[in-house]
């Protein structure tokens, strides 16, 4: 079935550095990824689709510049997490989309001390 | 803007028993709904995803239904089983790129 890979599934950083997360589709393509972010007992909230060659949308409230989203290829998308703090220590996850649904990574739980 | 109740927020319940999760949204102008299920600190597994045509699907144990009309979803689970512990989340696919996920059913199942 669609697998889409995670990387990496957790991080810890010093506050101030940058953190990049890979999400590739490992057996299609993926013209259209999305990035989520989950806080502790809160529900996954949509931070931004990328879609393939283009700029990436953004959901409201959400930096642009502080979470820069690539997708160059078709099987990869990228989120760096640029000046991390600690209140950015959370739980992100991506999914690609497919024809009958999407599928998602694994989860990158990022810690910033 | 599309809203996702889940009820219970929490459950626990003794192995073997049948129980039922409840999804509602706002606006049920969706394309399919699809519950997760989400273990701690990993990413979500796809459960069952049911089309906006279809009323329900079932997969082995599991049995989501649908009423798009009314704005609900149930994930029926029988003979639940410690495994089953976990978060369950509904999403309902409002169309290209709009997602969006329900607050989760944090499940127990004690043995």
């Known amino acids: 079935g669609a697998v889409v890979s995670q990387h990496p599934s957790w991080v810890i950083c010093k506050s101030g550095t940058s953190v990049k997360i890979e999400c590739r589709s490992l057996?299609?393509?993926?013209?259209?990824m999305f990035w989520y972010r989950q806080f502790p007992k809160q529900s996954l909230m949509l931070m931004a689709t990328s879609n393939e060659g283009s700029k990436a949308t953004y959901e409201q409230g959400v930096e642009k510049d502080k979470f820069l989203i690539n997708h160059a290829s078709l099987t990869l998308s990228t989120l760096t997490v640029t000046s991390a703090h600690p209140e950015d220590s959370s739980f992100y996850i991506c999914?690609?989309?497919?024809?009958?649904?999407?599928?998602f990574g694994s989860g990158t739980r990022l810690t910033v001390v | 803007k599309q809203e996702v109740t889940q009820i219970p927020a929490a459950l626990s319940v003794p192995e073997g028993e049948n129980l039922v999760l409840n999804c509602s949204f706002t606006?049920?102008?969706?394309?399919?709904l699809q519950w997760f299920r989400q273990d701690p600190g990993k990413g979500l597994t796809s459960l069952l995803l049911?089309?906006?045509?279809?009323r329900e699907q079932t997969s082995g144990r599991l049995n989501a239904s649908l009423d798009k009309s009314s704005g609900r979803s149930t994930l029926y689970i029988a003979a639940s089983q410690p495994g089953d512990s976990a978060t369950y989340l509904c999403a309902p696919d409002g169309g290209y790129q709009k997602v969006t996920f329900g607050t989760g059913t944090k499940l127990q199942v004690i043995p």
């Open positions: 999914s690609a989309a497919r024809g009958d649904g999407y599928t």
């Open positions: 049911i089309q906006s045509s279809q």
């Open positions: 057996d299609f393509q993926a013209t259209t």
């Open positions: 606006d049920s102008a969706i394309y399919n």
